[in-house]
């Protein structure tokens, strides 16, 4: 299994981003996948989720009303795009995917992540 990241940069503060995250070698037919970010000298956190199997998605509150979670199924991609960006959106961003759909990070699959720094 592997997960790719991409689309992470630079941006001012108010911009936006779009990350990709390409799946391949992924069996399963309904699973969970998720953003993750971690910032220098923070934890790990959840950015936002959802099952590929529909009708659930989650999101933390320093997402809502900025960052959307689109899927492209015939692609194998799980899109971030994320809005009207703030200096403390800066971090690595992750994604991750587990048939388990698992709380928290314990997600069995992750990417290498890219980064986002917004100044």
């Known amino acids: 299994v592997q997960l790719v990241e991409s689309g992470g940069g630079s941006v001012q503060n108010g911009g936006s981003l779009t990350l990709s995250c390409k799946v391949s070698?992924?069996?399963?037919?309904?699973?969970?996948m998720g953003w993750f970010r971690q910032a220098p000298g923070k934890e790990r956190e959840g950015v936002a989720a959802i099952y590929t199997g529909g009708g659930m998605t989650w999101s933390a509150d320093s997402a809502k009303g900025r960052f959307t979670m689109p899927v492209d199924s015939a692609k194998n991609t799980l899109y971030l795009q994320m809005n009207n960006l703030k200096p403390e959106d800066t971090a690595m961003y992750y994604c991750?995917?587990?048939?388990?759909?698992?709380?928290?990070?314990?997600?069995?699959?992750w990417g290498q992540g890219t980064q986002v720094t917004v100044s």
């Open positions: 991750a995917a587990d048939p388990d759909c698992p709380t928290g990070d314990l997600y069995r699959y």
């Open positions: 070698g992924y069996y399963y037919r309904r699973f969970c």
